[in-house]
């Protein structure tokens, strides 16, 4: 059984610049949610994907954006970046009718200048 | 989401048990009380959850009074490698659910 795998590992990027970071969900996982873990903080829920479709969105503003596709396989797309967005960035899967169990991938560090 | 509250930090020994109390006074009827655990820069990793009384498994119990307002997450014959950030949440296990983890309680396991 394949667990959560993200890419890339590390990132840097410059303010204004547009990112994206992808996320392979465990096999059997239809359901997908996204983090943002700031230094010394616990993850923040940016939001989840079920069948392709957003499910719930915590408050992040609309330069955050995803994608699910077909596979499960999971997008985040940040746009104009800024300085704050640097964080730890945690893809998460579960199956839909078990949504407090989740499993989550080693994350992206992005670090934007 | 009912909100919980956890110590900041704990220390501990090898080889000594751990219970880490969460509070979560507005718990709802249909709320599960779930623990993580996250080493640094790693993703957090399930560790068990349960809805009353008394859960275990092969790494931890979790024991929920009767009126679920809190709950102790117990660690048995901790290792240094149990070092780390442990997490409390509640919440229902609707699909629509999210994950809302406060600052979690870090725990320091000295030899």
């Known amino acids: 059984e394949t667990g959560v795998t993200q890419s890339p590992t590390h990132l840097i990027k410059t303010r204004g610049q547009q990112v994206t970071l992808r996320c392979s969900s465990q096999s059997g996982h239809n359901t997908v949610s996204w983090y943002q873990q700031a230094l010394g903080q616990g993850p923040q829920f940016i939001f989840q994907?079920?069948?392709?479709?957003?499910?719930g969105r915590g408050n992040f503003p609309p330069r955050f954006s995803g994608l699910q596709f077909p596979n499960y396989s999971s997008e985040l797309n940040v746009n104009a970046l800024e300085l704050d967005d640097s964080a730890l960035y945690l893809c998460?899967?579960?199956?839909?009718?078990?949504?407090?169990?989740?499993?989550f991938g080693p994350g992206t560090r992005l670090t934007v200048t | 989401l009912a909100k919980t509250t956890q110590p900041i930090s704990m220390d501990s020994y090898e080889g000594q048990e751990v219970n880490i109390t969460c509070s979560h006074n507005?718990?709802?009827?249909?709320?599960?009380i779930t623990w993580y655990q996250q080493f640094p820069s790693q993703g957090p990793r399930f560790i068990i959850q349960?809805?009353?009384t008394k859960v275990t498994n092969e790494v931890a119990s979790l024991f929920i009074p009767a009126d679920r307002k809190s709950s102790t997450l117990s660690l048995p014959r901790v290792s240094l490698s149990d070092t780390a950030v442990y997490y409390c949440l509640v919440g229902d296990e609707s699909g629509y659910s999210t994950l809302t983890f406060g600052k979690g309680t870090m725990l320091l396991v000295s030899p």
């Open positions: 994907y079920y069948r392709e479709e957003e499910n």
């Open positions: 349960g809805y009353k």
């Open positions: 998460a899967s579960s199956p839909y009718d078990a949504a407090y169990e989740q499993y």
């Open positions: 507005n718990i709802a009827t249909n709320d599960y």
